[in-house]
């Protein structure tokens, strides 16, 4: 079965750090470029980085919200997707996914995802 | 960097009824190698992660029933759900794909009548 599943989330106090992972199964995790969403509680879809492939020289992006606090990067060998996240603000309260991106770029497989909070 | 809008915010239809949901660009994402519209729609239910629907505007991810059809040119794009079932009640989002940061639309409500 094909399946994203993120893990890592909690509370943490402003200021602090996090790192969620994503463990993929059921696909070719290498082939793909992997991203992370973000959704804060009642609130619409943000995007948050992106990673590319080995053939793309796993080269980053990342929303300007996150710039130079969140890391995004991958363990192939591991079927795995990583967010490092530093210096959280309580404006990144949110649930996080792990996102497949398909070829030509849409987003076609979300994982469950992963609430983290930041408060003190 | 590009900024997707959605009308309505909100709407009710109708069980049977055609739902019509509107999503503009701040710019175009028609990419002129390919002639690709760089946008999908997705659909989030509550508790539950979003659902790839549509991409490159028109094109039904697979699995998707055939009364979910999107359309659209340049800036200016379109979700119908024709004759809309009780479990397409669900909050809709448009999505730009054409270049970072990958915006999302602010999203739309559809519920029932």
């Known amino acids: 079965e094909v399946q994203l599943m993120e893990s890592g989330g909690g509370l943490v106090q402003p200021g602090g750090s996090l790192r969620l992972s994503c463990a993929a199964s059921g696909f070719t995790f290498s082939d793909y470029y992997m991203d992370w969403v973000r959704q804060a509680p009642g609130k619409g879809l943000e995007w948050v980085g992106r990673?590319?492939?080995?053939?793309?020289?796993?080269?980053?992006d990342y929303a300007a919200s996150v710039r130079g606090r969140f890391t995004v990067s991958r363990d192939d060998s591991k079927n795995s997707l990583y967010l490092q996240m530093n210096s959280l603000k309580t404006e990144d309260t949110a649930v996080f996914y792990c996102?497949?991106?398909?070829?030509?770029?849409?987003?076609?497989?979300w994982g469950q995802g992963t609430m983290v909070t930041v408060s003190s | 960097d590009i900024v997707m809008t959605q009308s309505p915010d909100s709407l009710a239809v109708s069980l049977g009824e055609r739902a019509t949901i509107n999503c503009k660009s701040s710019?175009?994402?028609?990419?002129?190698?390919?002639?690709?519209?760089?946008v999908a729609w997705y659909q989030q239910k509550p508790g539950q992660p979003p659902k790839l629907l549509i991409y490159w505007a028109s094109t039904r991810e697979s699995g998707v029933p055939d009364r979910f059809s999107g359309s659209g040119s340049g800036t200016d794009f379109t979700l119908t759900i024709d004759s809309l079932h009780a479990e397409d009640v669900a909050v809709y989002y448009c999505?730009?794909?054409?270049?970072?940061?990958?915006?999302f639309g602010p999203g739309t409500k559809v519920d029932i009548k």
């Open positions: 710019q175009s994402v028609l990419y002129s190698s390919n002639n690709r519209l760089y």
């Open positions: 996102v497949r991106v398909k070829s030509g770029g849409a987003f076609d497989m």
């Open positions: 990673v590319r492939s080995k053939g793309q020289s796993y080269t980053t």
């Open positions: 999505q730009q794909y054409y270049s970072p940061p990958y915006s």
